[in-house]
Nanobody, 122 residues
């Protein structure tokens, strides 16, 4: 199983980024997929998750109304559109596959990508 994140970078406050998670060796129809982030000195936290089978989505309160998770254009891919970015959104963003009910708790996920850096700064 392999998950590869892309799309991170440096953006000014108020800007947008789109992250993509490409997977292989796994059929996402049986999994939940999530985006998680970890800022320096902080624990990894759930940002947004999706039940890949029925499309149900979940968001942390801190990103509701700004971030949107969706199935990507490619098969077995998941995207995260991030708008109105804030400095506190800075961190390493990870993609993970886990239980189909797609919890926001990182410890419930078994397959992880290597992460992509997102920096929001002027």
């Amino acid at each position: 199983v392999q998950l590869v994140e892309s799309g991170g970078g440096l953006v000014q406050p108020g800007g947008s980024l789109r992250l993509s998670c490409a997977t292989s060796g796994i059929t996402l129809d049986y999994y939940g997929v999530g985006w998680f982030r970890q800022a320096p000195g902080k624990e990894r936290e759930g940002v947004s998750t999706i039940d890949y089978n029925d499309g149900a989505t979940y968001y942390a309160d801190s990103v509701k109304g700004r971030f949107t998770i969706s199935k990507g254009n490619g098969k077995n891919t998941v995207d995260l559109q991030m708008n109105r970015l804030k400095p506190e959104d800075t961190g390493v963003y990870y993609c993970a596959a886990g239980p189909p009910y797609a919890p926001l708790e990182p410890s419930e996920y078994e397959h992880w990508g290597q992460g992509t850096q997102v920096t929001v700064s002027s």
